[in-house]
């Protein structure tokens, strides 16, 4: 975590459940290739565009799956993006930290 | 009685008094390790010569001995249950202790804190024992608590099947969340996390203690009672409630910065009555 590189960058303190932390999910997958999206960390709202103000959708409460590949939400395949990862995409203007 | 022996040894022949001699001694040997090995009950030497009033005596005693050992052996199982009977009763009684102290309708400061270190010791428990099993329920304090009250987690809430759990007030706890499970993220917010960026609500008490708080807020949110209130987007359902003392703190960055101020209110996220999460705030 202190190194800046591998630091998990945030988008702000989730505006449904206002606890949650919401991060960069990176996912990929043989036909999506690699995505990326945002997910807060307590209730799992999900943001498809680096943009907390957008429409949030929530995946199901008991077998959560990527938006976009609907793959397992916390399978192998599945991390919270690094700073170095999102450099040069859409998301990384909207992060901090 | 001794003057005819030696009367009746001096008519046997030589031979024979030594033939009888060895024969005896030979039983005197391979006496005792009959009757340990074979189970036997023969006579000492000592006996079949009479001089039976003090060896005999403690050689009674000492069958009798064993025989109260072997009887022991022989009903070892009852008394172990009983033993064990007695062992989890303590248990029982302990842990019925310890929830009685944490079942407080709402919780005191300096109450809190004291449950709090008893939660934190028995989440560094958790943490221990469940370290191999990532996705899915908590498992040592669970068990303790389900082995205490017939199959109820922490006491309280009723295996239905599916690694899915209902409270009293018909709360669902189920596989989900970063964690594998609703009770696992649930336990988080029985530690601070402060190195974590914005607030992290931690509950005082212990898991028995909050499922039921949590029961209380889905109750008086729901019935819309004073104080509370109640936001639904989707599916998800957001409701909050007051409580008249503090149920815990502000804890990670935003918590340390404003010096961990008591929570006083619950926020609590479900999808229907399955708990997706919650904290105090």
Known sequence: MNDPANAQPTLGTCPFCEQGEVRVRKCSDQCAGVHFFALCDECEAIWLKPDLQAERIFPDAENATCPICNADLFGSQARWATKQELHGTSWSEATSG | ?281
Not at chain 2, 19 to 33: D, E, K, R, S
Not at chain 2, 155 to 181: A, C, M, T, W
């Open chain 2, 1 to 281: 009685m001794q003057k005819s022996n030696k009367n009746l040894l001096s008519q046997i022949p030589t031979k024979w008094a030594v033939a009888l001699v060895l024969i005896a001694i030979g039983y005197a040997l391979a006496q005792p390790v009959l009757n340990s090995k074979l189970g036997w009950n023969l006579p000492s030497v000592a006996n079949l010569t009479g001089d039976s009033k003090g060896k005999g005596g403690a050689q009674d005693k000492s069958v009798d001995k064993d025989a109260s050992t072997s009887s022991r052996n022989s009903t070892s199982d009852p008394k172990g249950s009983i033993s064990k009977q007695d062992a989890s009763a303590k248990s029982e009684s302990k842990k019925e202790s310890t929830q009685s102290d944490g079942s407080k309708g709402t919780a005191t400061s300096s109450g809190a804190k004291s449950s709090k270190q008893t939660s934190s010791d028995k989440q560094q428990e958790t943490k221990g024992a469940s370290s191999n099993k990532p996705r899915g329920p908590p498992t040592s304090e669970t068990d303790n608590a389900s082995s205490s009250t017939e199959g109820l987690r922490y006491g309280l809430l009723k295996d239905v099947g599916g690694n899915r759990f209902v409270s009293p007030g018909g709360l669902i706890y189920g596989p989900g969340s970063q964690e594998g499970h609703r009770l696992k993220h649930l336990e988080r917010h029985l530690d601070d996390q402060p190195n974590r960026s914005g607030p992290h609500g931690v509950f005082y008490g212990d898991m028995a203690q909050v499922i039921r708080w949590l029961d209380d807020t889905y109750e008086r949110a729901s019935a819309k009672a004073k104080g509370t209130s109640k936001k639904q987007e989707q599916d998800r359902l957001v409701l909050e409630a007051p409580f008249t003392k503090p149920i815990g703190y502000v804890g990670g960055q935003t918590g340390k910065r404003k010096g961990n101020p008591d929570a006083k209110k619950i926020r609590l996220v479900v999808e229907g009555k399955k708990v997706i999460t919650a904290f105090p705030f």
